[in-house]
């Protein structure tokens, strides 16, 4: 790969923007919020003989719905919303009146309990090792193309045997719009999604246990492509790939890619596909090595390391 896959910065404007309109259009995203939301039942299972959990990320938190309502649920608990776009904590805090940012330096001690918000960004997390027992990510990863990394990330701050359970979007997403508009020009339009087996995988090389994985397959409809793309737009879901066309599409490339769309039309209208793949795993035990390729990398804690005092 010569560069990377996705423009950071145009996705912390795309969600920045989107902020004010996210909520009243995001319906699908919520309606995947909520069964992701549903999966955190298995952690009240009296087998499991877990203790509720203290510390909560909620990593992608947007206007922090899914951080309230794990508040609810735990509420001796920190829950950590962190966004990308400030303005999406902005708006949680306007409508939840949860508390103001904090820094890093103040969210890296990992006994802190009250609520937090911090802006940064998934690649780099700014939270203690081993500090986080549930991290909760909707429909965020799919900005982040080297789910090797981000992976590692996670597991760097969940403790031994904390919860992962995340969400992302598969590469059948909007394919009818991919399709349209490879009518129009050889530009990018839409991302490419990793699929489910590419999604485990990157699971099991970071060193997750158990991990289960679903895929489902929804199909949303509109009147015509404009109304589609507006809705992309409320959402923060625009075109964010490093290589797309830094211009815009033109009245004509743009009619191109409509008259291709429509032939997809159904009874209910254009159709809109969306595929969406959600995880659970577990973070290892801890003093599992760590995976780099092929090759396993001890991870030895400081106080378990000798050191001969000179004098």
Same mark, same amino acid.
């Given at each position: 790969?010569?560069? @990377? $896959?996705?423009? *950071?910065?145009?996705?912390?404007?795309? #969600?920045? %923007?989107?902020? +004010?309109?996210?909520? &009243?259009? !995001?319906?699908?995203?919520?309606?995947?919020?909520?069964?992701?939301?549903?999966?955190?039942?298995?952690?009240?299972?009296?087998?499991?003989?877990?203790?509720?959990?203290?510390?909560?990320?909620?990593?992608?938190?947007?206007?922090?719905?899914?951080?309230?309502?794990?508040?609810?649920?735990?509420?001796?608990?920190?829950?950590?919303?962190?966004?990308?776009?400030?303005?999406?904590?902005?708006?949680?805090?306007?409508?939840?009146?949860?508390? @103001? $940012?904090?820094? *890093?330096?103040?969210?890296?001690?990992? #006994?802190? %309990?009250?609520? +937090?918000?911090?802006? &940064?960004? !998934?690649?780099?997390?700014?939270?203690?090792?081993?500090?986080?027992?549930?991290?909760?990510?909707?429909?965020?990863?799919?900005?982040?193309?080297?789910?090797?990394?981000?992976?590692?990330?996670?597991?760097?701050?969940?403790?031994?045997?904390?919860?992962?359970?995340?969400?992302?979007?598969?590469?059948?997403?909007?394919?009818?719009?991919?399709?349209?508009?490879?009518?129009?020009?050889?530009?990018?339009?839409?991302?490419?999604?990793?699929?489910?087996?590419?999604?485990?995988?990157?699971?099991?090389?970071?060193?997750? %246990?158990?991990?289960?994985?679903?895929?489902?397959?929804?199909?949303?409809?509109?009147?015509?492509?404009?109304?589609?793309?507006?809705?992309?737009?409320?959402?923060?879901?625009?075109?964010?790939?490093?290589?797309?066309?830094?211009?815009?599409?033109?009245?004509?490339?743009?009619?191109?890619?409509?008259?291709?769309?429509?032939?997809?039309?159904?009874?209910?209208?254009?159709?809109?596909?969306?595929?969406?793949?959600?995880?659970?795993?577990?973070?290892?035990?801890?003093?599992?090595?760590?995976?780099?390729?092929?090759?396993?990398?001890?991870?030895?804690?400081?106080?378990?390391?000798?050191?001969?005092?000179?004098?």
């Amino acid at each position: 790969m010569n560069g @990377p $896959l996705f423009d *950071a910065k145009q996705v912390r404007r795309a #969600f920045s %923007r989107s902020a +004010a309109s996210y909520d &009243a259009a !995001a319906q699908l995203q919520h309606a995947v919020e909520a069964r992701l939301l549903e999966s955190l039942d298995y952690l009240d299972d009296p087998a499991l003989q877990r203790e509720p959990p203290q510390r909560v990320l909620d990593l992608g938190c947007g206007t922090g719905r899914a951080s309230s309502a794990m508040q609810k649920r735990w509420p001796k608990a920190q829950v950590v919303s962190l966004d990308l776009a400030l303005p999406m904590l902005q708006q949680a805090r306007t409508t939840s009146r949860r508390a @103001p $940012l904090l820094s *890093a330096a103040r969210l890296a001690n990992p #006994f802190a %309990r009250v609520p +937090a918000q911090v802006c &940064a960004d !998934a690649r780099a997390l700014p939270l203690a090792e081993a500090s986080v027992d549930v991290l909760f990510s909707n429909l965020c990863v799919q900005w982040v193309e080297d789910l090797d990394a981000l992976f590692a990330g996670f597991r760097r701050v969940l403790k031994p045997n904390g919860l992962l359970l995340v969400s992302t979007f598969g590469p059948e997403t909007l394919w009818e719009l991919r399709d349209a508009f490879a009518h129009a020009d050889a530009a990018p339009h839409v991302s490419p999604f990793a699929d489910i087996a590419g999604f485990g995988d990157a699971l099991v090389r970071a060193g997750f %246990r158990q991990p289960v994985l679903d895929r489902e397959e929804e199909t949303t409809h509109y009147p015509d492509l404009p109304a589609l793309m507006h809705e992309l737009r409320a959402i923060g879901a625009t075109n964010a790939l490093a290589s797309r066309r830094h211009t815009l599409t033109g009245r004509s490339r743009f009619a191109i890619a409509a008259n291709a769309y429509d032939a997809h039309r159904d009874a209910r209208g254009l159709p809109a596909t969306w595929e969406t793949i959600t995880a659970m795993a577990w973070a290892p035990e801890a003093g599992t090595p760590l995976r780099e390729g092929d090759v396993d990398v001890a991870s030895i804690p400081l106080s378990r390391i000798p050191i001969r005092r000179r004098g």
